[in-house]
């Protein structure tokens, strides 16, 4: 049984940082492509951000281009979303997600996913 856990949210003031982690057990995680999506309240669950299963890959939505960074511990079966300047508007519940496909930005693509974890962001 493949079981993701997400940690690291928490609230934090706009322009600070914080580093999610997501641990995954169960299976042979370099096997999977990794993602983070974030679901505000009153919106649909977006993607954030991606990664392959080398680490070589990754690909970002534009509102967190050059603010946020993925990246993945294939010996630690970690992936991470290193999340710098944050806005209010990055407020959200932070999900994790792995697939056994190719890295994608759809929902539908994800086979596993996390519990959440809060990210609130004060202005």
């Known amino acids: 049984q493949v079981q993701l856990v997400e940690s690291g949210g928490g609230l934090v003031q706009a322009g600070g940082s914080l580093r999610l982690s997501c641990v995954v057990s169960?299976?042979?995680?370099?096997?999977?492509?990794m993602a983070w999506f974030r679901q505000a309240p009153g919106k649909e669950r977006e993607f954030v951000a991606g990664?392959?299963?080398?680490?070589?890959?990754?690909f970002y939505t534009d509102s967190v281009k050059g603010r946020f960074a993925i990246s993945r511990d294939n010996a630690n079966n970690t992936v991470y979303l290193q999340m710098n300047r944050l806005k209010p508007e990055d407020t959200a519940l932070y999900y994790c997600?792995?697939?056994?496909?190719?890295?994608?930005?759809?929902?539908?693509?994800?086979?596993?996913w996390g519990q959440g974890t809060q990210v609130t962001v004060s202005s």
């Open positions: 997600a792995a697939t056994d496909h190719t890295l994608a930005t759809m929902t539908h693509v994800y086979d596993y």
């Open positions: 169960g299976r042979t995680f370099s096997s999977f492509a």
């Open positions: 990664i392959d299963w080398s680490g070589a890959s990754t």
